[in-house]
């Protein structure tokens, strides 16, 4: 296991610069994950961890030790990737041992690691077997056992569920975070799916335009987020945000009365942020909080809740209504969001002004 840190990583490819001097410390043993859009940095960033990009500026330290100039062989990390790269004319465990090609061990102590590394993985009926004979979390694993075969310091994980159908990826997620937690092997893993990152990592790193945005656990991203952005990406249905002014300590909301609020000291335009799940359809009015009027403009039933698309203004917000409750399109409803459920950010720089 080891300790990675990036001390003003930057990338450049050309005259342009993907990433902008980052700097992040991943703690042995941790599970951190890289979010963004295309293109934000995130596996550029993760290939010049594994060293597979060349680094342009700054320092990497894994161990404690800089490798900016080491071979990927060097640094004793292995990287798991989005299209598995598995061999097919090779058998599972052919493939599982593929990285030990090179290895002083002996024959006996190969095949040990082969063995126990399927069995570790549930593979161990399948090891002579081919590729096309598996199923696609089947050959995840396959790729993730050449990988861990080698008893590499960190693992590095580049998308490996984008090719999973939606069940496969929720079973594959709670087998690498159980993986995790047997092995205690620090892991970076790089995804576009805020629901991954929610669910399996110890640390996030928001990313965007190759510069990290917000640095925390699921917890306190999804809680306490420092900007907009980072607001609207973590989090399904994402949060709405309703244009909006403080002015001599009242919060105007077209559309929308707002009662019993404790606001932030801040004059100007504001930009009030209400997660789905706390904007509730409701048949009264309540006392406190925020409340709005408007017409249904499409629903989503989902079972155990509804969602349900309401116009404010102009402006159009998801809100939650119980699952048997499917309002009519083109009828009105009344929402509501309890006292401590907003966010506020500045409308200009978009950075977070603090909930209300």
């Known amino acids: 296991m080891a300790k990675i840190e990036l001390q003003g990583l930057v990338k450049d490819y050309g005259k342009t610069r993907a990433v902008h001097g980052i700097d992040l410390t991943i703690e042995d043993g941790e599970f951190v994950v890289f979010v963004g859009p295309s293109g934000c940095g995130k596996s550029t960033t993760l290939r010049m961890i594994a060293g597979l990009e060349d680094i342009s500026g700054g320092v990497l330290l894994i161990g404690g030790e800089v490798v900016n100039q080491r071979e990927p062989k060097q640094r004793n990390i292995a ?210 909080g925020f409340t709005a009027t408007g017409a249904v403009a499409a629903v989503e039933p989902l079972g155990s809740e509804t969602l349900v698309h309401v116009q404010i203004g102009s402006s159009q917000v998801i809100a939650t209504a119980p699952g048997r409750v499917v309002p009519a399109i083109g009828s009105t409803v009344m929402l509501h969001a309890q006292p401590g459920s907003l966010y506020l950010f500045d409308s200009a720089s978009e950075k977070a002004l603090g909930h209300a």
């Open 79 to 288: 990287m798991v990737f989005q299209n598995y790269a598995i061999y097919p004319h090779m058998t599972v465990g052919q493939n599982i041992g593929f990285g030990l090609y090179t290895s002083k061990l002996s024959k006996a102590e190969k095949q040990q690691r082969i063995l126990e590394t399927g069995k570790t993985l549930g593979l161990e009926k399948l090891l002579d077997r081919r590729p096309a004979a598996l199923s696609g979390g089947q050959r995840q694993r396959v790729a993730i056992g050449r990988a861990m075969v080698r008893d590499p310091v960190a693992f590095l994980f580049d998308e490996p569920l984008s090719n999973l159908d939606a069940q496969l990826r929720s079973q594959m997620r709670l087998e690498i975070k159980d993986l995790h937690r047997r092995l205690g092997t620090t892991i970076v893993y790089v995804t576009h799916d805020q629901i991954e990152a929610m669910t399996m990592a110890d640390k996030i790193v928001v990313m965007r335009d190759g510069k990290i945005l917000q640095v925390g656990t699921p917890t306190d991203l999804y809680e306490n987020p420092t900007d907009v952005f980072t607001a609207r990406f973590i989090g399904s249905p994402s949060m709405n945000m309703l244009p909006a002014t403080i002015s001599a300590g009242v919060l105007t909301v077209e559309g929308a009365q707002t009662v019993g609020l404790a606001l932030p000291a801040h004059d100007g335009g504001v930009l009030v942020g209400l997660r789905p799940h706390d904007l509730i359809v409701v048949t009264e009015a309540a006392p406190a």
